[in-house]
């Protein structure tokens, strides 16, 4: 009899106890790894957006820009893009589409 008080109290009470307290260590950990990766992928779009701007201003500067150097800004804004942000400014070669900030404008 007696060990079947036991087995109730461990099924009633330590088992969800311990169930709990797995579950809840678990959710916990999602969500710190949430957290983290949120702030990975908006630290990646400010990098990218300020590269962007950057060689934005030098080839403006310049007036020119070589065929790779536009192949590179333009993969760069596709991956920028693709976390989710929009840019401004379609294009940076001599012409600009979708432009409401005036810094992005090239004429």
Same mark, same amino acid.
């Given at each position: 009899?007696?060990?079947?008080?036991?087995?109730?109290?461990?099924? +009633?009470?330590?088992?969800?106890?311990? =169930?709990?307290?797995?579950?809840? =260590?678990?959710?916990?950990?999602?969500?710190?790894?949430?957290? $983290?990766?949120?702030?990975?992928?908006?630290?990646?779009?400010?990098?990218?957006?300020?590269?962007?701007?950057?060689?934005?201003?030098?080839?403006?500067?310049?007036?020119?820009?070589?065929?790779?150097?536009?192949?590179?800004?333009?993969?760069? =804004?596709?991956?920028?893009?693709?976390?989710?942000?929009?840019? +401004?400014?379609?294009?940076?070669?001599?012409?600009?589409?979708?432009?409401?900030? $005036?810094?992005?404008?090239?004429?």
């Amino acid at each position: 009899m007696e060990n079947i008080d036991i087995i109730k109290i461990i099924l +009633n009470y330590i088992l969800p106890l311990i =169930f709990g307290t797995m579950i809840g =260590f678990l959710s916990t950990k999602v969500k710190n790894s949430r957290k $983290k990766d949120k702030a990975i992928e908006e630290g990646v779009q400010a990098l990218l957006r300020n590269e962007l701007v950057r060689r934005y201003r030098e080839y403006e500067t310049k007036g020119e820009m070589s065929i790779l150097d536009k192949e590179n800004i333009e993969d760069m =804004f596709i991956q920028y893009e693709k976390l989710r942000r929009k840019w +401004n400014c379609k294009t940076i070669n001599g012409r600009t589409t979708r432009t409401k900030d $005036k810094d992005c404008e090239l004429k």
